[in-house]
C-alpha cells in the first residue's frame, strides 16, 4: 500500500533552515509527480511545492517563493523541501501528498516550528 513518511521538521529560529524528507512506498514513485502542503494551526491546508515525476519541472506557492526549494531523489523513492529564511508565518504542520488512482495519499505530517 502506499505510504508517505515525513521527517526533518523542528523547532528553528526565526532566518534559519531545515530540510523536509518524504520517503515514498507501495508505488512506483518515478512515475507520480509529488507535492508539499501544509497546515497551520487554525487553517486550513494550503499547498507549498510541487514536483514533476522527473524532477525537471517545480512550482512554489507565492508565500514561498525564493526561499523553499523542492527536489527529489527517485533512486531513493524520496522528496525533499529545503527551507531557508524561515518566518514565524511558516510554522504549521508539513506533509507530503501524491495523487494517485484518482485519489490523494498523504503522510502523517511533520512538524514545524519557527520561533524564537
Known amino acids: 500500500q502506499v505510504q508517505l513518511v515525513e521527517s526533518g521538521g523542528g523547532l528553528v529560529q526565526p532566518g534559519g533552515s531545515l530540510r523536509l524528507s518524504c520517503a515514498a512506498s507501495?508505488?512506483?514513485?518515478?512515475?507520480?509527480?509529488m507535492r508539499w502542503y501544509r497546515q497551520a494551526p487554525g487553517k486550513e491546508r494550503e499547498f507549498v511545492s510541487f514536483v514533476t515525476s522527473t524532477g525537471g519541472s517545480t512550482n512554489y506557492a507565492d508565500s514561498v517563493k525564493g526561499p523553499f526549494t523542492i527536489s527529489r531523489d527517485n533512486v531513493k523513492n524520496t522528496m525533499y523541501l529545503q527551507m531557508n529564511s524561515l518566518k514565524p508565518e511558516g510554522t504549521a504542520v508539513y506533509y507530503c501528498n501524491v495523487w494517485r488512482n484518482s485519489r490523494h495519499y498523504w503522510g502523517q505530517g511533520t512538524q514545524v516550528t519557527v520561533s524564537s
Open positions: 507501495g508505488f512506483t514513485f518515478s512515475n507520480y509527480d
